[in-house]
């Protein structure tokens, strides 16, 4: 039967992060087919995030309240349903709120999968499957961008969505027939006061880094926007702290493995995967490449983060973890320093060492960061542990994309007015803001179109060698990080209800009776 948990676990993961990405090389699709603006193109990736990172702890704790099969089933049929809702959008609004409904149903699956293997596996078999999970969700974010291609390709962009209808169908049987139920018999009650302030405070701070890139640091809305984030993640923290039973129990973070195993899955998913956005834009706004196009030419990153979860999970029962998982995120950060430096007129191929060394970085970390996350906590807290690591992945993300956006669009427009000064740099500047790149020089006069596109060219190679470099700064801030706090001292034994994860202390031997 584990094995099937296995199964069902895989199916439901890979299919809600796909959609993290899958979006991207579909936007100019539904730009086009809804006339959606771009801030609205933005919030069609920021809805779902946004709302999967936000009650995922919720999530968890849920989970181990009212049985984590039942909240898993629960998430697999909202998810289902948002995908056919947003299959069937006829207007950008429909959509986004769409997107949201499919991050809360993910939520739900995403906080309960890990929990459900750490119930179902013990010793060497559950390594073994944190690190097909583990090279699931790399492989999942990773080959959006290939899967979405595929499929305009033979139909439209509808179906990137309506394609999670039947898989959601068949994953939810699977659950019902072969999952068994687990819970934690001592969990309180649902801590409404933290769910809603987390959610302010997640989603403030991911829609004031958003607003900022468009509206500048010092306009009234972005400062509002981000002090009540700010509040409310004191006001978070504060209600926490009074509840016997609060959704994050601090007592977690008691353990430094705690910290540095959040902090590290962090850097990941905001200096690696948030940069998958620019990539695409690259590839297909600056070198030309369609949807499938670009989507193959990110393959490789998919097949050298998939065949390195395997080496990482074999790793970790032989080295502490914090070695693996600091050798994981200096190895995703060379592989984006790697990206950096391309030049106007350069080739996918460029890109091509830095897609390969950071997708072995980021197959090495999946794997063990999840064991050091599940190996603080006994089997009837995998739950919280689960949504808390998964809550700081998919933060990382939304984050990552708003800051990094920021960025890019600094650089970028600076670049443009530098090179072209007056109102057609700033024209220029506003097209590169967009991640248009030279494509967006169509109304430009045939006789300055050339002239102009290689300044834009120029323009977004410098914005995505900024965001490159501070990914690259993130990933190895998360390895030193990991490295101070990841201890193997931290992690449960066997007697306390996991069986050891990579990495952990053998558990010390019963003392004969009297």
């Known amino acids: 039967m584990k094995w099937w948990t296995l199964a069902a676990v895989c ?8 959609d993290v990405t899958i979006v991207n090389v579909a936007l100019p699709e539904i730009e086009r087919d809804l006339g959606a603006t771009l801030s609205d193109l933005q ?6 995030a946004v709302a999967l990172a936000a009650v995922l702890l919720t999530a968890g704790s849920l989970a181990d309240r009212f049985g984590r099969r039942r909240l898993f089933a629960l998430g697999l049929t909202v998810f289902s349903l948002a995908s056919l809702a947003c299959g069937l959008s006829g207007d950008p609004a429909m959509l986004i709120v769409s997107r949201a409904a499919q991050g809360l149903g993910g939520a739900a699956m995403l906080a309960t999968a890990l929990a459900l293997l750490a119930d179902a ?6 390594a073994v499957a944190l690190g097909l999970w583990g090279a699931t969700t790399g492989a999942s974010v990773a080959i959006g961008p290939l899967v979405g291609g595929v499929i305009i390709e033979i139909a439209s962009w509808h179906w990137i969505f309506l394609v999670n209808v039947p898989v959601g169908a068949f994953a939810l049987a699977l659950t019902f027939a072969r999952v068994r139920e687990s819970r934690d018999p001592n969990a309180g009650p649902v801590d409404v006061p933290g769910l809603v ?5 997640l989603g403030g701070l991911t829609l004031g880094l958003h607003e900022a890139g468009e509206r500048g640091w010092g306009d009234p809305l972005v400062v509002v926007v981000l002090v009540t984030a700010a509040v409310a993640l004191v006001l978070f923290v504060a209600a926490e702290r009074r509840r016997a039973r609060p959704m994050l129990d601090r007592a977690l973070f008691r353990k430094p493995t705690t910290s540095g195993a959040s902090l590290a899955v962090l850097a990941l998913g905001g200096g690696v995967f948030a940069l998958l956005l620019f ?12 949807a499938l ?10 097949i050298a983060s998939f065949l390195a979860a395997g080496i990482g999970a074999r790793l970790g029962q032989r080295v502490p973890l914090r070695t693996v998982i600091a050798a994981g995120l200096g190895i995703a950060g060379v592989g984006l320093l790697l990206m950096r430096g391309v030049h106007p007129g350069g080739e996918w191929t460029d890109l091509l060492g830095g897609f390969i060394v950071g997708g072995v970085g980021v197959g090495m970390l999946n794997p063990t960061i999840t064991a050091a996350a599940l190996g603080v906590v006994g089997a009837a807290r995998a739950g919280m542990a689960s949504g808390l690591n998964s809550t700081f992945r998919l933060a990382g993300v939304s984050i990552g994309v708003a800051a990094l956006g920021t960025l890019f669009k600094d650089v970028a427009g600076s670049e443009a007015r530098s090179l072209v000064p007056g109102p057609a740099g700033e024209r ?8 248009e790149g030279p494509r967006a020089l169509a109304s430009v006069p045939p006789d300055r179109r050339e002239a102009m596109a290689r300044v834009a060219e120029q323009g977004f190679l410098a914005g995505l060698d900024a965001v490159m470099l501070a990914g690259a700064l993130a990933c190895l801030a998360g390895a030193v990080i990991a490295l101070a706090l990841v201890r193997r001292r ?7 209800g996991l069986a050891p994860l990579p990495g952990a202390a053998p558990a010390p031997e019963a003392s004969p009776p009297a």
């Open 293 to 302: 196009g670009t989507g193959l030419r990110l393959l490789p990153f998919t």
């Open 197 to 201: 302030l987390f959610a302010i405070a």
């Open 11 to 18: 199916v439901a993961t890979f299919m809600l992060l796909l």
């Open 428 to 435: 220029l500047a506003e097209a590169l803001s967009s991640g």
């Open 121 to 126: 596996f013990r010793g060497s078999d559950r």
């Open 279 to 290: 990539l695409v834009l690259y590839l297909q706004n600056v070198l030309g490449y369609d």
């Open 43 to 48: 919030w069609v990736i920021n809805a779902y």
């Open 490 to 496: 931290d992690l449960v034994p066997a007697h306390e």
